[in-house]
């Protein structure tokens, strides 16, 4: 977090994902603290942020998005998945998101998806703008929207049904097709999670995260959302439809080839005996 300024320490604090109901009031503590008396109150260690890359990339950046002054970093905590993300803040305010990948893959799915909404809506929720795209020393970029610097907060009840639906309907003209997908697959989000769905502010919830947008089984978001919000915070599973057991086996399949040695690996593994239940 930039200690800087009384902005960027707010941006800073406002970028972390929370989800349940204490770390979001911790978030929101932390947050009016930092704006009351300043970034001297946030606890750790004041250290330099070497970043990583060439210099070429930062200046590629900065000259695809108009300059910035200043960052808030978030680094991926799973060792087995590579690449960076910050906000660009411009005097201490959100100029961007931005995400270094060290291939196109992750970027190319994520600025597909993301296009295809118009003017960053649909009627159950809003998605970031694409706000530049590059690669520089051997690295890619993309800057998106990014969201208030304030904390943000899980939807409370959300409307599955409605979300699933705009997602399908914007994607499915703009995903390629892949050959493993069966003519009735549909497109997906890819990771519709409780951290991914959230409200900040007034207005539409925001879904952000669309780096693993594809083809997959009718229900794999919903069956998703549901089995991680029941491993990660406890929540019912609620009624799925009763074809919704092909989308737990596609779903299964690929968290059993995450890492074992990653943070959240117990997560994944009542994650998977979920699923395995469906």
Known sequence: MPVSSRRGAL????????????AVAAQWAMYGAVAVAGPRVLPGQRLSWDAPGDPELWRDVADGVGGFDGVAVYERPQASREGVAAVLLRAGRPAGFLKVRPDAGELDREERALRAFAHGC??????????????AGGRHWM?????????????????????????QDALAPALPPVPEATEHWRPMHGDLTAWNLRVCGRGLPW??????????????????????????????LGTLPPDADEAAAFWAKR??????????AALNQRLLDILRTL
């Open 207 to 236: 879904l952000i995260d669309w780096e693993d947008a594809a083809w997959a089984p009718p229900h794999a978001d919903l069956v998703y959302y549901r089995a991680t919000a029941s491993a990660a915070l406890g929540a019912p």
């Open 122 to 135: 649909s009627a159950a929720f809003r998605v970031p703008m694409v706000l530049g795209r590059g690669e």
């Open 11 to 22: 941006a800073g604090v406002s970028l972390l994902t929370k989800s349940k109901p204490v």
């Open 143 to 167: 800057v998106i929207e990014a969201m208030p610097a304030r904390p943000a907060r899980p939807v409370r009840r959300p409307d599955l049904e409605g979300v699933v639906e705009a997602v």
């Open 255 to 264: 968290v059993e080839q995450r890492s074992g040695g990653d943070h959240d």
